[in-house]
């Protein structure tokens, strides 16, 4: 079976990594991977933040962690920080861990039901301690990719796609570089071979549209009925982002994504080991892009004076068909989602572990009907769960100040999906069987945090004595603290080099 590739980002790699590892193991096997990455085209990555899920994929990969985070500038991440969202100097944050003892299982009512004096998250969570004494979320020893608390990583997206491509290459994984001038094209519309600059022309039985917002190969996703348009629900269409750099040997990086709400959208600031990304995802409908900079670069403050800022377009939505004919779209040629939530790179580890569970067994069945159709309801499913988590967060923020904020939360914004939940959870807290989806990285653990820290509560909840803290939990948040080093001590060890801590 051959397999072709085009494109060589984090989501071409990605997919070559999981194609190369779950189908052939470590070395050349039943299937034959090409990569084709242009030289002339540009990547979208401009630093990129993750979620607990990166460790499963790079374990199944088998690289060691020392040496992705030494590759990619990896800092780790405990949490999602949300300032300014319910109103300006407010805070809370989006950890990672829960605590799940038998008391814990109806945190949020219990939560609800005491005078609320700590934040919901210090109270289900102990992550929010860790990030307030500067602990990491494992220790200097032990086993890869296994921390005291689940956590995930910030790290330089493109050095991310080159470190995939020398352990693929080294696995047996072809690697092109070219620009693909044609695709060719059977009566039937499937792909029969790609023309290269260079003048080579290579074919396959599959191939992958890792090829980004061009989707190359996927040409329905501009078709009419080929996309579902999502922007009448999210509605940053725009992003602009630049790179503050740091002194490495005084900076450690701060454990979590910092994402606080502006004028007209929201920013990232996203810590390396030698700079910060910053970014201003924003509607276009409701700010310039000259003027969106400038209010990134008046957040930042000094430190953006003479940094060159990046602009970038993009189009809320998923395709409706990302596996047609003998082609399967990956990454942001299938869809796009704000990263609010730092879910891109997680679409593509899924849609890539999706294919494998589909593959086709032979050649013959390439553009089979029956893998295609369940390989687009999988991903379709999961694209618009993450699009709820993420529309939630502007519908319950309390930000009313400007007319994006007004127009972000306004009751038209929900889908029917999210609208229905909201109309329980104003009855009572999210429960388990408000969510079905088995394959989705969100549950009504996550939704509470989103939920709890806007400030949200359901109708003629009022609130009684004391903190309604379970016995026991304040010994458990000193047992999984018990022994950690600090964030910036195992950045050192893992980095080399000393490090300050960061206030």
Known sequence: MRVIVVGGGSAGWIAAATLQSRLNGSGPGRVDITLVESPDTPRIGVGEATIPTMRDMLRGFGIAEAKFMRACEASFKHAIRFDDWSAPGSRYLH??????????????????????????????????????????????????YQGAVPYAYHMDAEMFADALAAHCVAR???HLRDHVDQVHRDAGGLVTGLALRGGQRIMADLYIDCTGFRALLSPQANEP???????????????????????????????????????SGWCWDIGLMTRRGRGYVYS???????????????????????????????????????WTGNVVAIGLAAGFLEPLESTGLYLADYASRVLCEMFPPSPAHAANPALAR??????????DDILDFILLHFVVAGRRDTVFWRDASAPQRLT???????E???VRPPRFSDFSLRYSPFNELNYEFILLGSGWRPAGLNRGPGTNLPPGLAAANRAIAAGLPTNSALLAHIHGGPRAARP
């Open 95 to 144: 950890p990672f861990h829960r605590h799940l003892t038998p008391d814990m299982q109806m945190a949020a009512a219990r939560w609800l039901e005491g005078d609320g004096a700590s934040p919901f998250d210090s109270f289900a969570s102990a992550q929010p301690g860790l990030i307030s004494a500067g602990l990491a979320p494992r220790g200097l020893d032990g086993a890869d």
């Open 416 to 422: 029917d999906r999210l609208a229905h939940l909201l």
């Open 424 to 426: 329980i959870w104003n």
């Open 172 to 174: 047996g994984v072809r």
């Open 374 to 383: 369940r390989h687009n309801q999988l991903l379709a499913e999961v694209h």
């Open 225 to 263: 009925g080929g996309w579902v348009d999502q922007s009448a629900h999210l509605l940053c269409d725009r992003a602009v982002a630049f790179r503050v750099p740091e002194d490495p040997e005084r900076f450690t990086p701060a454990p979590f994504t910092r994402a606080r709400a502006l004028g």
């Open 284 to 322: 276009s409908a409701h700010i310039s892009g000259e003027d969106a900079e400038a209010e990134l670069r008046a957040e930042e403050g000094a430190a953006a004076a003479g940094l060159t800022a990046r602009h970038l377009r993009f189009r809320v939505g998923r395709q409706v068909a990302p």
